[in-house]
C-alpha cells in the first residue's frame, strides 16, 4: 500500500477530516469576523482575545455533532466539492462573457454597480446556489430531519432560531 495513502488512512480514522479540519476552518471564519467587527477592540491590539473567542466558539459548534454523534463528513465533503464545482463555473462563464464585452467595460461596471437592482440581483443569485449546494450535498438532511413536521422538538426550532441569528448578526458584521 501507498504510503501516502495510509496517511490518509491514519488520518481518516484519527478524525482529521470528521473534526480537526471543519474546527479549523470554523475557527478561522470565526477569527476573521471577530477582527472584522472589531468588537474587543482593534484588531493589533486583541490577537489573543480573538483567537481565544474564535477557538472556543470552534469547539462548541463542533462539540455538538460529536456529542450527538452525528456524522457530517461525507456531506461536508460534498458539499465544498460541489462549491468548488460552482466557483468554476461561475469563473469559466465571466472569462467567456469578458471575451465579448466593450473595451469600455470598467466604466459601465462602475455604473451597474452603483445600483441597488444589481446587488439585489446578486444577492438572491447567492441565496440560490447556496441553497441548491446545500440540497444537493445531503446537509439538508442535517439541518431538516426527514421525520414529519410533527415530530420536530422545541430544542430544534430553539437550534435553529439561533442559527438564523447568528447568520443575521454575520451580514449585519460584513455589512
Do not use: C
Request: charge should be neutral.
Amino acid at each position: 500500500m501507498n504510503p501516502f495513502e495510509l496517511t490518509i488512512k491514519k488520518l481518516h480514522e484519527l478524525g482529521f477530516f470528521q473534526f480537526f479540519l471543519p474546527f479549523i476552518l470554523t475557527a478561522t471564519i470565526f477569527y476573521g469576523l471577530l477582527r472584522k467587527s472589531k468588537i474587543f477592540g482593534e484588531p493589533k491590539e486583541n490577537v489573543v482575545v480573538n483567537g481565544m473567542v474564535a477557538l472556543i466558539a470552534a469547539f462548541m459548534v463542533w462539540a455538538s455533532p460529536i456529542i450527538l454523534g452525528v456524522n457530517i463528513e461525507m456531506q461536508l465533503a460534498a458539499f465544498f466539492l460541489h462549491g468548488m464545482l460552482a466557483t468554476l463555473v461561475m469563473i469559466v462563464g465571466l472569462v467567456i462573457v469578458s471575451l465579448f464585452a466593450p473595451p469600455d467595460l470598467p466604466k459601465h461596471l462602475t455604473d451597474v454597480f452603483k445600483t441597488s437592482r444589481f446587488w439585489a440581483v446578486v444577492l438572491v443569485a447567492g441565496i440560490l446556489i447556496a441553497g441548491s449546494l446545500i440540497f444537493t450535498s445531503g446537509l439538508l438532511n442535517i439541518f431538516i430531519p426527514s421525520a414529519g413536521v410533527q415530530e420536530i422538538s422545541w430544542d430544534w426550532i430553539a437550534s435553529l432560531g439561533i442559527v438564523i441569528a447568528m447568520i443575521v448578526t454575520a451580514f449585519l458584521i460584513a455589512r
